[in-house]
């Protein structure tokens, strides 16, 4: 026990550092579909492969557990959530309901600083490659933040911290759908022409075609992802294992 730091505070810090950024490392992987679906988490794999103690990582899985990005039960642990086609409907909806309003709201109060923010986040998606040159099969990191960036400024001058953080989390949960819908044969989709068609119908104040153009993209994203679960392509089970399948579709 160091029980010189008990005055001092620097166990709790260090902890807490160690906490938050087996966290963010953690939230990451899951976000990208790099953890295999619908198996049991366990504490030791989490330590020996982000390289910290079982008190931060408990800490770490706590919270993501909290945020609903991993399941818990009761003195038996954490687990990866499982997808289903019931779920991604249920999802697909409700983030349609709450983006629609934040995207209306954001045209009715828009400002000229909000605008450039949005041209310029589309720019910085356009000019970024989709792919990792590497592995044509998986998306590059880079891209993955600046499509973030891109729906994030869409609804950014909502003025609704609430509401921008509830769409936030449905886009995290959101985000474990997409690498199913570039699994397996299938055509390509014009993503950054969606994006583009979207932009411009917000910039150019029409709220209706701005509403449709988005939620046409979320819900093709979604159709993708339901004909690929029934064609078997879903996540399997594992152990807390690292998945090689990272592909990502832009819901």
């Not at 260090?14 to 087996?22: E, F, G, I, Q, W």
């Not at 989490?46 to 919270?63: D, F, H, I, K, T």
């Not at 909000?114 to 998606?125: I, M």
């Not at 886009?171 to 474990?176: E, G, I, K, L, V």
Request: proline residues 3%; glycine residues 8%; charged residues 30%.
């Amino acid at each position: 026990m160091t029980y010189g730091n008990a005055d001092t505070g620097e166990g709790k810090g260090a902890k807490s550092t160690l906490a938050s950024s087996v966290y963010h490392q953690l939230r990451e992987d899951l976000l990208r579909g790099a953890l295999e679906a619908e198996g049991k988490l366990r504490v030791e794999w989490v330590v020996s492969r982000y390289g910290a103690g079982a008190s931060p990582v408990r800490e770490a899985l706590n919270r993501l557990a909290a945020e609903g990005l991993l399941g818990r039960h009761d003195q038996r642990g954490f687990f990866l959530m499982p997808v289903s086609a019931a779920e991604l409907e249920e999802l697909t909806r409700t983030r349609c309901w709450l983006e629609e309003r934040a995207l209306r709201e954001s045209i009715a109060h828009r400002t000229a600083e909000w605008e450039e923010q949005l041209v310029l986040a589309l720019h910085r998606l356009a000019r970024a490659e989709r792919r990792q040159p590497s592995e044509p099969a998986t998306n590059n990191p880079e891209w993955e933040k600046l499509h973030r960036a891109f729906h994030r400024a869409l609804i950014s001058a909502c003025r609704s911290h609430w509401l921008i953080g509830f769409c936030d989390q449905l886009s995290d949960q959101a985000s474990r759908y997409r690498l199913i819908s570039q699994r397996g044969p299938g055509s390509e989709r014009d993503d950054l022409g969606e994006h583009r068609t979207i932009a411009e119908r917000t910039l150019d104040g029409d709220a209706d075609g701005a509403v449709e153009a988005l939620l046409s993209h979320y819900r093709l994203t979604a159709e993708m992802c339901m004909a690929r679960l029934n064609e078997g392509y879903g996540p399997k089970a594992g152990s807390g294992k690292v998945s090689r399948r990272r592909n990502q579709p832009s819901m």
